[in-house]
């Protein structure tokens, strides 16, 4: 399947991928919306990273798309890729995935044999592998809106639009001055999209400071495999990506605190 082929092409010129069949879906149109509906954020397959960007909805509810979606590549990438190739894809640098992951969604894959609901922790199971079968197609993806939420998105890069060095998704949402539950999923530093378990457990029930920030940070550090390359060692990988779930984490409390409280607040 090809929408945008921003994945799909590139590895098919580096010989990655040789397809025998390649279908245009652009004509797909009715999967590309954003709706609110039955206490989610619904967002179809085929929407496009810039209109993710512009999203009334999202920027509300999710502003980590907003985060994410200005540090993704360019404009002509966003005008054309769509939310649902990069999921599929599964590369373990995106954005998107960690994202979704962070905000703990499901996606709706739909095939000859009607549709089924993935959540995205079981949606990639290994480098550029999904949940998804033969003559199956990701059709939406499904974000809960509860409470108390905030969001926010980190990434270090060599250049403007590159692929991450390392990228943090953080999700908060906060019981009164609690943290009722936490998502954190990680880029760029392992074979798939990191889901930092471990350091969402330290989280749930405490109150939000950056010393918790920071022992989250060390946690999600432990957890990551991050492999040496040019864009720089493993010790330099594993820094950024405490740093990195600090700062996502402290500006996810500050738009959910803001969000609850008139005023705003800062953490510290």
Not at 105 to 128: L, N, Q, T, W
Not at 136 to 141: K, S
Not at 220 to 230: I, Q, R, T, V
Not at 233 to 262: C, I, N, Q, S, W
């Amino acid at each position: 399947m090809i929408a945008g082929g921003h994945s799909l092409l590139p590895m098919m010129k580096l010989r990655l991928a040789n397809p025998e069949l390649v279908v245009d879906i652009n004509d797909l149109e009715h999967l590309a919306y954003i709706r609110e509906q039955d206490s989610e954020i619904r967002i179809g397959a085929l929407t496009r990273h810039y209109q993710l960007l512009e999203s009334e909805p999202l920027a509300r509810h999710f502003p980590i798309f907003a985060d994410a979606e200005r540090v993704i590549a360019d404009p002509v990438v966003r005008n054309r890729g769509t939310i649902g190739g990069s999921l599929a894809q599964a590369d373990a640098a995106e954005d998107l995935s960690a994202v979704c992951s962070a905000l703990k969604a499901s996606v709706v894959i739909a095939g000859g044999g009607g549709e089924r609901v993935v959540s995205m922790e079981d949606f990639h199971v290994g480098p550029y592998t999904t949940a998804i079968d033969d003559a199956e197609l990701l059709v939406e993806i499904r974000i809960p809106v509860r409470p108390g939420a905030g969001s926010a998105h980190a990434k270090v890069e060599r250049r403007a639009g590159d692929w991450a060095i390392v990228a943090v998704a953080g999700g908060l949402w906060l019981d009164g001055e609690t943290i009722a539950d936490a998502g954190l999923a990680l880029s760029a530093v392992g074979l798939t999209t990191v889901h930092a378990t471990r350091a969402e457990e330290l989280l749930r029930g405490k109150r939000p400071s950056e010393e918790l920030f920071a022992e989250a940070g060390a946690i999600a550090s432990e957890d990551c495999s991050p492999s040496p390359d040019g864009r720089g060692p493993v010790d330099y990988k594993r820094h950024l990506a405490g740093e990195l779930t600090k700062r996502a984490l402290r500006r996810a409390a500050e738009r959910a605190r803001a969000g609850t409280t008139p005023g705003g607040h800062t953490w510290r």
